[in-house]
């Protein structure tokens, strides 16, 4: 490690030009090098959820972890702190030196499309979270990255929405978050978000950058852009902005180099961005090629680490419904229904994906523990084509499974022709191509007999010949979003009746789009929805007990598009209720990071919540489903009653503006206040297998007379909770013990303000401490643009979710 002094010395070597050279990226995903001053390049991987690698399409193979939501429904920093070092080990095998996440920004609307990145609606639990997977990953020397700063919570319009927050929401919400996670981790990077924030970029903005980050928390750390987020050069190097991601090209450059020149940026700051970039490499050991990486990290099919991944995914698995049905009964005869069964969803879409070894389906995971297990493919869940399975489609020119790959320039040279291992590819980055082609053309043989979907996914213009008929199909950009094509690129397919292999040549010729993703569609065409629910209602009925799993996608749970309702797609409430109209027991399991409705609550027997659970996700659920592993979440999130019974709702700005009104009554904040109707389930409402009894619930404060509700960040007056937790169950069990804070003062929203977990044997009580986190009791003073002590009397609720209440503590 290096001080300040040498860092300057190194920069003081520099001229203007190399320095600015410096601050944009050299690559998709790495920085340059100058060997002149010691610094080696530094390579930057997605994030959050495992560690690509440098390719955004077909890179190696890499541990697929569950999604953020699901690791903060265990309420547990030492599992965010395993998750962490999980990810610097999968970052060290790979020679990565940052890893871009946690994201913590909040769920404010559940509409919100990339909320499965993210931890909670609670600005407490998200920092606290944010903070031990920080530490996990720094702690083995691999950097984190908070993003994106700050109120970035939907992705419509997402490269020019501007987001209207009031100070004091920002401060007490969306911030907090950030100022937890520096505060308590220190983190070494920070992505600087795409939207603006009160009429700012939030690239240029001074106001957080600057003043709030920089200099109120004294944070030392680089500030880098979210990917082509940068829209200007003095604006933004003046704006606190560090570093422009990606590059080579950008907007800094020359027109950086030239802002200086004029005057319009000082020197020193561009000095201030380029120390903060070296402190970084000194960190992370790119500086004077400090770095040894460890060998001997564990892959990704590793025993050990596939034994992990699926102790973490079930840990935050959460039991919102149950009359006894769960565990299952190893003895049962299951019949397990819906498409999220055969077809598991183990990622969210977006920069978060990554190419893990296996994907684990659910009924992959229950057939292996239980006998006899009767799967039943469910109805459609997608309304857009995918890209066939490996398995479903070979190379006509090899017969090898995958495609074949053509790519020839505008004179009709070719410049690749190749097998492909898969069935999707890119163009225009992690291609290897020296140019973007001007045609190409995927080749495959769909598999199979009967009825098929074929067709292709990705942008262009495409001629498909399909057992000889020809299709022309022009699939166009829906947003005006640069990483559209790459992310949720469109797609066509036409259903082909044959009882034999059927020939695919797809010919795109170049659609003025420059990077993006192109795949071969070709599997099973979708079945009459009757059908699909007579054959599972029999095999329901014959069944001890039906499993059905339903869920969103990565349609619905991605970047780059928000939803527009939390109902499940397709006819999945029918299903579920016409399992249950003829099954014995009927236990749903629900295959989505964030909320949707279930309008058949009442009418089955048990419901968990197992999220996006990662490669391990099948023997997760099992392990879920038969206890072998409690599935002790919690509720990070309140599931809104219906459409729009939620403190927050819209996402589609008007007029480019998208207005934060709730304030700080944003989640349970806002349905406790009848600010918007109950929700079906509370935040922190989660069952577990144990039942709990509370008694001697009793609050203290640490220090002397005068302590209490009034205190404030850094004040030895911090509030402890004690309580007794009985297990009344006959098994073991995690309870989680939640405190909130509900101010007198009705302007003031109810807050958690600590939690606990504790594991208890059946039958056995323990004594459960509670430290409250003194920076809850803060409220932002607008007149006085600082941070006051809530003033006024207090209770403190401690509580299995707000729906849950075990006992009331007045205070002061
Ligand atoms: C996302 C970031 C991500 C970056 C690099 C952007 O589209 O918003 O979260 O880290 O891409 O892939």
Not at 353 to 366: D, T, Y
Not at 474 to 481: K, P, V, W
Request: proline residues 6%.
């Amino acid at each position: 490690m290096t001080d300040d002094v040498d860092l300057d010395a190194r920069i003081a070597r520099l001229d203007l030009e190399s320095k600015v050279r410096l601050l944009t990226g050299a690559t998709m995903f790495t920085l340059h090098d100058e060997e002149s001053i010691g610094l080696g390049s530094m390579a930057f991987s997605d994030g959050p959820t495992g560690v690509r690698g440098l390719e955004f399409i077909g890179g190696d193979e890499v541990a697929l972890l569950p999604n953020a939501t699901l690791i903060a429904s265990a309420w547990d920093e030492d599992l965010a702190h395993e998750v962490g070092q999980v990810l610097a080990e999968e970052a060290q095998r790979q020679r990565i030196h940052v890893v871009l996440g946690p994201t913590i920004n909040l769920h404010r609307s559940p509409l919100g499309g990339r909320l499965f990145e993210a931890y909670s609606e609670d600005p407490l639990l998200t920092g606290r979270l944010a903070a031990a997977y920080v530490n996990g990953l720094q702690g083995n020397g691999v950097g984190a990255c908070l993003k994106h700063l700050v109120a970035n919570e939907a992705e419509t319009e997402r490269h020019t929405v501007n987001s209207v927050v009031d100070e004091a929401t920002l401060r007490e919400l969306y911030l907090l978050p950030f100022e937890i996670a520096v505060e308590d981790a220190h983190p070494w990077s920070i992505m600087a978000a795409y939207n603006d924030v009160n009429g700012v970029p939030a690239t240029e903005q001074d106001a957080v950058n600057n003043d709030i980050v920089k200099g109120e928390w004294g944070w030392d750390g680089l500030l880098m852009s979210d990917w082509f987020a940068t829209r200007s050069a003095g604006p933004a190097a003046n704006g606190g902005l560090d570093l422009v991601m990606p590059g080579p090209e950008g907007p800094w450059g020359r027109a950086l180099v030239a802002a200086v020149k004029d005057g319009e940026v000082a020197e020193a700051v561009v000095d201030d961005h380029l120390r903060r970039l070296l402190r970084l490499a000194d960190r992370v050991g790119a500086l004077d090629g400090a770095v040894t990486w460890p060998t001997g990290r564990p892959g990704p099919a590793d025993p050990t680490r596939r034994a992990q991944l699926e102790r973490i995914a079930a840990r935050g698995m959460t039991v919102v419904r149950n009359d006894g049905s769960l565990p299952l009964n190893p003895d049962a005869r299951v019949a397990l229904i819906g498409r999220h069964a055969t077809q598991t969803v183990d990622m969210g879409g977006g920069s978060a994906q990554v190419r893990p070894p296996h994907q684990v389906s659910i009924a992959e995971g229950l057939s292996a523990r239980l006998d006899g297990v009767v799967v039943v493919d469910g109805v459609e869940v997608r309304s857009r084509p995918v890209a066939a399975d490996l398995d479903a489609v070979s190379d006509p020119h090899d017969g090898r499974a995958g495609i074949h790959f053509t790519a020839t320039d505008s004179d009709g040279a070719v410049l690749a022709d190749r097998h492909v291992d898969d069935t999707t590819v890119s163009f225009g980055v992690d291609d290897g191509l020296p140019e973007l082609p001007a045609v190409i053309r995927l080749e495959a043989t769909v598999g199979g007999s009967g009825p098929r979907s074929i067709g292709v996914v990705g942008v262009g213009s495409w001629t498909l010949r399909i057992d000889g008929a020809s299709h022309d199909v022009e699939l166009g950009l829906a947003s005006g979003d640069v990483a559209e094509a790459l992310l949720t690129p469109p797609g066509w397919t036409t259903v082909v009746e044959s009882d034999s292999p059927v020939r695919l040549v797809a010919e795109r010729r170049s659609s003025g789009v420059s990077f993006g993703r192109l795949s071969v569609v070709g599997g099973p065409a979708p079945r009459p929805v009757a059908d699909v629910l007579r054959d599972a209602s029999a095999a329901a009925s014959a069944a001890d007990v039906a499993v059905v799993v339903v869920g969103l996608t990565d349609e619905q749970e991605t970047e780059a598009a928000d939803k527009e309702t939390l109902a499940l797609p397709g006819h999945q409430d029918e299903l579920v209720s016409a399992v249950a109209a003829t099954a014995r027991r009927t236990v749903v399991v629900v295959n989505a990071a964030t909320p949707v409705l279930m309008p058949w609550f009442d009418e089955v027997d048990a419901v968990l919540v197992a999220g996006i659970p990662g490669q391990e996700g099948g023997h997760a659920v099992a392990s879920a489903l038969l206890g072998v592993i409690e599935p002790s979440g919690r509720l990070v999130t309140s599931f809104p009653a219906a459409d729009g019974a939620s403190p927050a709702w819209d996402v589609v700005p008007v007029d480019g503006v998208l207005r934060y009104a709730e304030g700080s009554f944003m989640g349970y904040r806002g349905h406790h206040a009848g600010r918007a109707p109950e929700p079906a389930l509370w935040f922190g409402h989660g069952l577990g297998y144990g039942s709990w009894d509370y008694a001697d619930v009793a609050v203290s404060t640490g220090a002397g007379p005068g302590a209490g509700p009034g205190d404030g960040p850094g004040s030895d007056g911090a509030v402890v909770v004690t309580a007794s937790v009985t297990n009344t169950s006959d098994r073991p069990s995690r309870e989680v013990v939640q405190v909130y804070l509900e101010p007198d003062d009705v302007e003031q929203p109810v807050r958690l303000v600590g939690w606990s977990g504790v594991h208890v044997g059946a039958g056995a009580t323990a004594t459960v401490s509670v430290d409250c986190d003194a920076r809850m009791w803060r409220r932002w003073d607008a007149a006085t643009r600082g941070w006051a002590h809530l003033e006024g009397g207090a209770t403190l609720l401690v509580a299995r979710g707000l729906g849950d209440v075990r006992a009331r503590l007045p205070l002061g």
